[in-house]
């Protein structure tokens, strides 16, 4: 193990490089363009044997990837944004073969107006593609995350691809310390990747991605539900394996000064860092408040967030994306998982952080003044707040 | 926790400078976080970088709106941005100028300056038009931070993290360093 200074790309990049992919297939897009860069650097330079290949849009890197993976080999890919958006009905191929491909988006906001900057609109549109998802706090995250993504999706009783994200700018281009595991290490882990079904394999012919009539389809996608619905357990194994070797501690959810809170923030990616900070803050100052980092997105973990949330009086979900016309996406699920709860808390949805709007301290404090608002009123007045906002533009 | 604010032009160096300063803190045993100001960079336009440096792990991610120590890499800046703005009353700025710091009001903010333009030129460093001052500039900055005891990162540590941070001239950089250092007027 060595502690390296890495921005997110970095981290990210680094991660895959040790998991030993047999094909990166990669179309350059601000921010995540640093990734396919540093792998493309390190199989240039025989540091990863593995084919590179430059492909003309995102659309293609997904392509290719998949017809890699069908063949019986390890890939990764990574991208953002409109590239993400491009690859959108590829996406579903690549679930629907129940390929386990990997990859690092960096969350960036959706035009228009154009704009580079973080928000978790991209992959919340993609989050009914059958991808796993898995949101990354910090550059740690993001390496230990591409590990244990392949672990999980290439899991017997899994086989779905996953997407390790980061947030553009506040992670994809800030450099700090990050443990960088050896490969012997990750080797013991990730042992090599073992297709259960490839189209190469001449002693089991198989066919793929072919016709599904209404007498099949169903069937297919209730397949990829049940393996959605076990990966929670995979994913539970391989966290505590991982923990078990690298000493580092992973969770669908991460709880964080929980005990005894009156209200509990939902958040999601590099603001749940900031948003500790002013936990500890306000606990110091006697208000009873706590917070969940959500980590994996998909399969949504119910089952533990309404465990985790049973005593809270409210429940303050932030979104750093909005489903246009009705909530943030986070909302919406968390929502639903606590429908049919005799006690539930009281919800309430704050937007934050669109197209690169920073996320401070301060916007915190007012979404934690807000919810104890509501816990003295009793009642939700408006469901969903924008923090931060001016108005509409004219 | 201390922060730290560079300003200087696209093509300078000064996400650079922020990463090199943000690797010879850790070198000192500090959790550091480094990252350039969120946009989109072209070259001669104003950018900024930023560096946290703290005894506790830094889970924060904001920018910083408070630096304890400004370092602006370009005096022509100084009419174009408000180089000051958010600086801690007992902090300090580090102007690259050849100016002395009694030409400079910024309230009660200690202000120092060097002349790292000609030290960059000095040691081949870029050229008239385009000098390099990113690393003379840190050599300063390894003075100032001792002088006013905030941020402080040793010449050493700057030195080997210029080294191993810098893609080329790594000896003349690292002589432009050890050069600002004992050249910084306070």
């Known amino acids: 193990m060595a502690k390296m200074i890495l921005e997110g790309n970095q981290a990210l990049a680094v991660g895959a490089k040790l998991c030993r992919p047999k094909v990166i297939a990669s179309y350059p897009i601000t921010p995540s363009t640093h990734i396919p860069e540093m792998l493309s650097e390190f199989v240039a330079n025989g540091e990863l044997d593995a084919d590179f290949i430059n492909v003309e849009s995102e659309h293609s890197a997904i392509s290719a990837c998949i017809g890699a993976q069908a063949t019986g080999v390890r890939t990764f890919t990574a991208t953002a944004s409109q ?8 996406l579903y191929v690549a679930s629907g073969m129940r390929l386990p491909i990997v990859m690092g988006v960096a969350n960036r906001s959706l035009s228009a107006p154009i704009n580079i900057w973080c928000d978790h609109s991209d992959t919340m549109a993609e989050r009914d593609s059958g991808w796993m998802q898995f949101y990354s706090e910090n550059n740690q995250e993001a390496l230990d995350l591409v590990i244990q993504a392949y672990r999980i999706a290439e899991d017997e009783r899994v086989l779905l691809p996953a997407m390790v994200t980061i947030d553009a700018y ?46 099949y389809f169903m069937e297919f ?86 465990e985790a949330v049973r005593r809270a009086k409210v429940v303050a979900v932030i979104d750093r994306d909005i489903s246009l016309g009705f909530s943030g996406a986070v909302f919406a699920n968390v929502s639903a998982s606590l429908i049919n709860e ?37 009642r939700v007045e408006k469901p969903v707040e924008w923090i931060n906002v001016s108005g509409e533009v004219p | ?67 304890d120590i400004v370092v602006v890499l370009d005096p022509g800046l100084l009419e174009a941005v408000d180089v000051g703005a958010g600086l801690r009353k007992d902090g300090g700025i580090l102007i690259n100028t050849e100016e002395s710091p009694e030409e400079f009001s910024f309230g009660e903010v200690r202000v120092a300056t060097v002349d790292a333009t000609k030290i960059a030129l000095e040691h081949g460093l870029g050229s008239k038009a385009a000098p ?55």
């Open chain 1, 83 to 90: 590239g993400l958006a491009l690859m959108h009905e590829i």
């Open chain 1, 170 to 215: 506040t992670l994809t281009h800030t450099f700090e310390p990050v443990d960088v595991p050896s490969q012997k290490e990750v080797d013991e882990f990730l042992p090599p990747y073992k297709p259960v079904y490839a189209i190469l394999d001449p002693e089991r012919p198989i066919t793929q991605g072919s016709f599904g009539t209404p007498e």
């Open chain 1, 221 to 306: 996608k209730y397949s990829q539900q049940k393996a959605m619905e076990r990966a929670k357990e995979v994913i539970d194994e391989v966290f505590r394996e991982f923990e078990e070797k690298f000493g580092r501690k992973y969770g669908k959810i991460e709880p964080y000064r929980t005990e005894g809170a009156d209200v509990i923030l939902v958040t999601l990616g590099s603001m749940s860092g900031t948003g500790k900070e002013v936990v500890d803050q306000l606990r110091e100052e006697g208000a009873k408040v706590g917070l969940i980092k959500v980590t994996v997105f998909r399969p949504f973990p119910a089952e533990e967030l309404r």
């Open chain 1, 342 to 378: 005799e006690k539930r808390p009281l919800l309430a949805n704050f937007i934050v952080g669109l197209g690169g709007r920073d996320v401070r301290p301060e916007d915190f404090r007012e979404i934690v003044d807000k919810s104890f608002r509501i816990l003295e009123a009793g």
């Open chain 2, 1 to 67: 926790m201390e922060e730290v604010r560079f300003h200087g032009r696209g093509g300078q160096g000064a996400v650079t400078a922020a990463n090199i300063l943000a690797t010879a803190a850790f070198k000192e045993g500090k959790y550091v976080q480094s990252f350039p100001m969120f946009g989109t960079e072209r070259r001669g336009a104003p950018v900024a970088a930023f560096v946290r440096m703290s005894d506790k792990p830094i889970r924060v991610r904001f920018q910083v709106y408070e630096p």
């Open chain 2, 132 to 186: 390099i001052v990113n690393t003379a500039i840190l050599g300063a900055y390894a003075k100032v931070s001792e002088e006013l005891n905030i941020g402080k990162v040793s010449l050493a540590s700057i030195v080997e993290a210029v080294r191993e941070g810098a893609p080329a001239k790594k000896e003349e950089n690292v002589a432009a360093t050890k050069e600002a250092y004992g050249r910084v007027v306070l």
